[in-house]
């Protein structure tokens, strides 16, 4: 039988919507790759009973416990309290947690308050999870069968001590095995993808085959279980194999990450380099490729040109172009892209031009009008999209549609 | 006496940390603003009974259940049927709904599946909430003193029906009045401000006052309750100017969304324009700027040199310079700031070179390392900055102190 876990995220500024609850991406994620089930998700408040009765429940339906967030040093920081209640322990000061602090706020010169300190106690007998990452320390306990473990709230402490502390603590418990693998899918709509695997995919119980919508991309979820993780893994690919025959070219990758990063490993495997000229996305096409790690080996740099006069002076742009097409065009783009090559001398270029704003625009081309340019090795590909929705939407999109570009036109080579 | 509600987010993607439960920042806001309290948030998968005994418990603590998810056409999408029933409700075929998913399908000359359809089936006597942003319409329902209203699962259309749809037709219930600010604070961490504002801030009650610490900065929320908006908005006041008086300048706004539209508005104020000249950040502090609306008025364009020929040929930094002290140097930082200005003609430059990436750096600078250049009118200012958490960290640092010191230097003039 496999376990079940509860994830509770301890907030009022999660309930008053001022932040994301990214911690409780972070735990499911890596609940999932454990398979552990998960089948609640709960935000509470910085407020004692309700908290204590969200973990009650929580107790009572799930064998582990994860509490995000209300450790810090503030006077509403109250999960460890709260928590250790519900399981019948005691706080306990830790020297040794109290000495990681001082040392921690020592060697950054930075003034330890008194308030600091509060972080260095914990539930007696707990399994300590260290913070390397910040002050406060998470820790775990076992009481009768359950679990209880409490995690810090900023993600830049919640992340590291989910892979370094909690993930190594979970892996003892655990015994079925599972295989996971997302395929991913963009330029074709939810609808369309689950009305081609519908027949094939509603019956399948193991693997499992889940549609997901994300950001105008579709990605299936294959999951298999088996007693060890070499079956699992066996049972996922006849699966995935049948997926990508069923929806063709549209499949970008398995397991990928993202679809920039899905053309950037193209470009690395064929040693091709690469340049941007952005207009309207503002270096969100460059941002996003410079985003990967080791991307340095495939990129070369990129100009915004926010005006006209940008994009003549440093992109060399003509001006004849420019007045007899308007800088909202697809001879505009593929200038554009042209210009990057050439500038940057590299085998690729993005051009992106348009009214990203669904505000602006003129009478040809109505706000949210995009036009994304791909050059390679001197052929130039280009498309015009059109996203009237918001001004992030758009440019999102068409970074998307000019790495959807690049991946099949670099996949040709 | 004010509403209280209660957000359920539907979907078995988000258990398994597939994706972000933004729809709950979304609504929870709007609920905020509201004056309507939400103590609890859930998420549960896409299974029948858990959603219901969910939906259940939440209709017995709080007047407002709102569902987000699960009303897309695939076979997983239950929410409907299942909160129909919690508040016994038939669904029936609404043929006006029917008529706008063929008409937004036609629009867009995609082909309408048979499972679209299910998607105009609702709760018998509900109050629609058109959807003009895609295909599956929310909807509200009254019943015996409670409120269930079920809204769209994707962000772009849950966004829009927020705003359109569900908090108009909330505003007609709620009557207690509020007025809620955001100091936002940066350079200075969460201990610290809270141990300045703690003897200030910690008895009040009406207004409240609390801190929040998200990506790097430190927001501190003050909420005043009232019979009107005059009323709570005069009590916010002086505790605002208090606040400014013991935090000083790293006070950079009250009510801005970010550090780099607080940067932009003092520059478009002061009619001052900018460019950039980055490397390490790839893009982000150009991409940043323009998803500003209307940042064309301030923002020309930018460089993003990522190799040091690019660095010597797009921006003319000097190959001595680059041979003396390294691309990643201060002066170098320096050279991209003044660069900037001009090459694009413009009043500010800022310029960024560093290694954003942990497992990169050299002798001097450990990877983590980063240098930040702002040139105002021929003036340059520089700050050295070591990150050495994630290389998303490193360039998101980055960018803010490039937006801290420029609206630091902006103010001055």
């Given at each position: 039988?496999?376990?079940s876990?509860?994830?509770?995220a ?11 609850n ?12 454990l ?10 408040g ?30 509403d ?77 900023p ?6 001590m989910v ?21 991913r899918?963009?330029g ?59 929806i063709?070219?549209a ?27 952005e ?17 340095s ?16 002076k ?30 940057f ?11 990203a ?9 109505p ?47």
């Amino acid at each position: 039988m496999s376990l079940s876990a509860e994830i509770i995220a301890v907030g009022t500024e999660i309930l008053l919507g001022e932040i994301t609850n990214t911690d409780a991406v972070t735990v499911a994620r890596a609940l999932s790759a454990l398979g552990i089930n998960a089948y609640y998700q709960t935000v509470v408040g910085d407020n004692p009973d309700r908290l204590y009765d969200v973990i009650m429940t929580a107790k009572e339906r799930a064998d582990i416990v994860i509490t995000t967030g209300g450790l810090g040093p503030t006077f509403d920081d109250l999960t460890k309290q709260v928590a250790a209640r519900a399981f019948g322990r005691k706080l306990v000061l830790s020297e040794q947690e109290l000495a990681r602090i001082e040392e921690y706020f020592a060697a950054r010169g930075k003034k330890m308050t008194e308030n600091n300190k509060a972080q260095a106690y914990l539930p007696e007998g707990c399994t300590v999870f260290e913070n390397d990452w910040g002050t406060a320390p998470g820790c775990a306990i076992e009481q009768n069968g359950k679990i209880l473990i409490m995690l810090p709230g900023p993600p830049r402490e919640c992340e590291p001590m989910v892979e370094h502390r909690m993930v190594p603590y979970l892996k003892k418990l655990s015994d079925a095995h599972f295989a996971s693998h997302s395929v991913r899918i963009y330029g074709m709509g939810e609808s369309e993808v689950e009305s081609k695997i519908k027949s094939f995919a509603e019956t399948m119980e193991n693997p499992t085959v889940a549609p997901y919508a994300k950001d105008g991309e579709v990605m299936l979820r294959v999951c298999g279980r088996a007693k060890t993780e070499d079956e699992a893994e066996k049972l996922t690919v006849p699966v995935i194999e049948k997926i990508k025959e069923i929806i063709g070219d549209a499949v970008y990758g398995v397991d990928v990450p993202s679809l920039h990063e899905a053309a950037f490993e193209i470009l690395k495997e064929k040693k091709l380099t690469l340049a941007t000229a952005e207009s309207c996305t503002g270096g969100l096409v460059s941002k996003l490729i410079t985003d990967i790690p080791g991307s340095s080996e495939v990129f070369f740099g990129g100009v915004c040109a926010y005006t006209n006069e940008m994009k003549m002076k440093l992109l060399g742009i003509d001006s004849e172009l420019l007045e007899k097409y308007g800088a909202v065009s697809r001879e505009c783009a593929e200038a554009l892209s042209l210009a990057a090559c050439e500038k940057f001398g590299t085998d690729a270029g993005i051009g992106v031009t348009g009214y990203a704003d669904p505000t602006t625009g003129d009478d040809k081309n109505p706000g949210g009008t995009v036009y994304v340019s791909v050059t390679l090795r001197g052929v130039t590909a280009s498309r015009k999209i059109y996203q009237p929705m918001s001004r992030a939407l758009a440019k999102s999109r068409a970074a998307q549609e000019a790495f959807d570009i690049l991946r099949r036109e670099a996949k040709k080579l």
